[in-house]
């Protein structure tokens, strides 16, 4: 997809704490990868009734919409990564707390259509961004939450969680969720 292909990240590329989501990663072009994924989840949403959207596999977990909405946030958030990376700007950048996005979030009272049109407008956008990057952006990288990263892996990473965030659905949510 991408004139510019991205190389597979070096593990000192990313923190280790990312190494589950980029070995779920594909080893092709991650551009067209993440556009097949959205094709995937893009579907799987629309699949979803309202009770299986509502639906937790247990007391205090996350609901198939809050899920979502957090693969919503962490790509906001490691694209504005990616882009302050690329632009040059080496401040560093704080950590998020998850569960505080989805609390604040209001994922519960969105619909799954909702939820479906913002994902793919955001996924779409950033796949555009990243094909807009040479390889000399690919490399540079900056300090996130305490640790370096670059602009390389964070393609990588979103593609890994989305995959793990949709094996953890099939595994543990799918299987019990109402019909």
Known sequence: MSIYPYAFPASDEYAPYYETYIRLAP????????AAQLDTTLALLASLTDAQAAYAYAEGKWSVREVFGHVIDSERVFAYRALR???????????????DYIRYGNFGSRSVDSLSAEFGHLRRSNIALFASWDGEVHSRGGVANGNPM???????????????????LKERYFPGMPE
């Open 85 to 99: 990376f690329a632009r040059g700007d080496r401040t560093e950048l704080p950590g998020f707390e998850q569960d």
């Open 27 to 34: 080893e092709t072009d991650i551009l067209d990868a993440l």
């Open 150 to 168: 670059t602009v390389r892996a964070i393609p990588f990473i979103l593609a890994g969680h989305e995959r793990h965030h949709l094996n953890v």
